[in-house]
């Protein structure tokens, strides 16, 4: 088995890249995927944060109000912190346990795991090699403010969280630049998945 840590930044584009590797034949183990089911109504991680911010956080069908989290989190590096260290153990069980699962059926299998933060999480011990999707700040930006229609001061604020891309370009074993045409993005994909 050989495993690909995708990785990048809020709105660089990694849900593409990732479809494409799914397309090309990889198996596909999302840690954003992984946190939503984590949080899901009466789950230890949903039970603890409830518990640490009041049923204020919730929504009337007691699901987490995630723009809200988000709000809190975004504003107060604290308090993202203890968020992280709520889920992440969780989501790290989780990636183990349909990683053998995989492993069992297809010992031969890519394995691409879709980790936000795997740089600054200090998680490329788990993964053979790092695939970067690397955006410019200035269309991160603009892209996250487009998706999820809010302001350059909010966007600012969740960029702020996570490491800049151009610093995690660094450690990255391969990036694909996709601040191009999908089809670019694609070229890029192609050669990368070629070579492997």
């Known amino acids: ?48 944060i409830v518990h640490w911010l009041g049923e204020s956080i919730l929504l009337p069908d007691g699901h987490l109000d995630r723009a809200r989290l988000a709000e809190i989190v975004f504003n107060d590096r604290h308090k993202l912190k203890k968020l ?22 297809d010992p031969d299998a890519v394995v691409v795991y879709d980790i936000p933060l795997l740089i600054e999480a200090g998680m490329q011990e788990m993964v053979d090699l790092i695939l970067l999707v690397y955006v410019p700040r200035e269309v991160q930006i603009a892209r996250l403010q487009k998706r999820d229609g809010i302001s350059c001061s909010a966007a600012e604020a969740r960029l702020k969280a996570q490491k800049p ?14 601040s191009g045409s999908e089809a670019e993005t694609a070229r890029q994909v192609d050669q990368f998945w070629s070579k492997l």
Do not use: C
């Not at 992280?84 to 059926?105: A, C, D, Y």
């Open 84 to 105: 992280n260290q709520i889920v992440h153990p969780w989501v790290g069980n989780r990636f183990m346990e349909l990683s053998e699962e995989i492993k069992t059926k």
């Open 1 to 48: 088995m050989f495993i690909i840590g995708l990785t990048g930044g809020i709105a660089s584009g990694k849900s593409t890249v990732a479809a494409m590797l799914v397309e090309k034949g990889a198996y596909l183990l999302d840690a954003d995927q992984l946190a939503r089911e984590a949080v899901e109504p009466d789950r230890p991680a949903w039970r603890n």
């Open 165 to 178: 891309l151009a610093e995690k370009k660094k450690q990255a074993d391969v990036i694909i630049d996709n």
